[in-house]
């Protein structure tokens, strides 16, 4: 319904609304109609900067792999506590990571959970978004933890996605 009264961001449009309205330190009538304007205007200018939307063929799969990721969170920040307080030294690797996802926002969705589990980092994706550098902190073998982020991360977006 927002996008078509002209509101081509709805969410950015309700967030712009509600911060105007908290950083004027209460409701009034001028604040609402500059809140709109502003919710309603800035997303318009902004329009050509914002990348083509995916389709999400199986939306309601998201909320069960944000669950996942902060399991997975939470897990790998106990290994690599265990890790450091260990005598035991890393065995630190950098892996390319053959991609199989294609839209742009998957890619950095999958990049971003690497970045976000502690001990893996995405360092760099390749020109024609092929290729995903990982660097791991501690990993015996590279294709355990291809398979790892292919099971656990890559297979989900592909469904969530495409």
């Known amino acids: 319904m927002l996008s078509r009264l002209g509101f081509p961001q709805p969410f950015l449009s309700l967030n712009l609304f509600l911060v105007w309205q908290v950083l004027n330190d209460g409701v009034s009538g001028a604040s609402v109609v500059m809140g709109l304007i502003l919710a309603w205007l800035l997303p318009r200018l902004t329009s050509n900067f914002w990348p083509e939307r995916p389709a999400l063929v199986k939306g ?3 909320p069960m792999y944000i669950l996942r990721v902060l399991w997975d969170i939470v897990v ?10 260990s005598p035991r030294k890393p065995r630190p690797v950098f892996i ?3 991609l199989s996802l294609e839209h742009p926002l998957a890619i950095t969705m999958l990049a971003s ?3 976000l589990t502690p001990g ?4 760099d ?3 024609d978004n092929r290729i995903l550098l990982i660097h791991a902190l501690d990993a015996e073998d590279e294709q355990e933890v291809i398979d790892t982020i292919r099971q656990r991360y890559e297979k989900p977006l592909q469904e969530i996605f495409q």
């Open 96 to 98: 390319s990571y053959p």
């Open 125 to 127: 994706v390749s020109d």
């Open 76 to 85: 790998a920040s106990v290994a690599v506590a265990r890790l450091v307080l």
């Open 120 to 123: 893996t980092v995405s360092a």
């Open 60 to 62: 309601w799969l998201l």
């Open 113 to 115: 959970t690497i970045s």
